[in-house]
């Protein structure tokens, strides 16, 4: 019998697929499993990517995100 499939939950959105795939990355080497997607239809311009992680894992993949933005980005984390 398999394991029933993570609920995703959008951690962050970024503004392009470079810095979410960053993100993706950054989080990763953390140790969480994650996934990026475009946050809506291609109509020719750049689209903003989010990142998703389990739901069970939301809270503290988001911190990580928030604690990684001011330590190697220099960007400050906006709260939820």
């Known amino acids: 019998m398999r394991g029933v499939p993570p609920?995703?939950?959008v951690v962050y959105i970024a503004a392009n697929r470079m810095l979410a795939e960053t993100?993706?990355?950054?989080l990763s080497q953390e140790g969480f499993l994650v996934t990026v997607r475009?946050?809506?239809v291609d109509s020719g311009q750049p689209l903003p990517f989010e990142v998703l992680v389990p739901q069970s894992e939301a809270e503290?993949?988001?911190q990580v995100i928030c604690d990684l933005l001011l330590a190697r980005l220099n960007q400050p984390c906006q709260a939820d």
């Open 23 to 26: 993100i993706r990355d950054m």
């Open 7 to 9: 609920v995703w939950r």
């Open 38 to 40: 475009p946050a809506g």
């Open 60 to 62: 503290e993949a988001h």
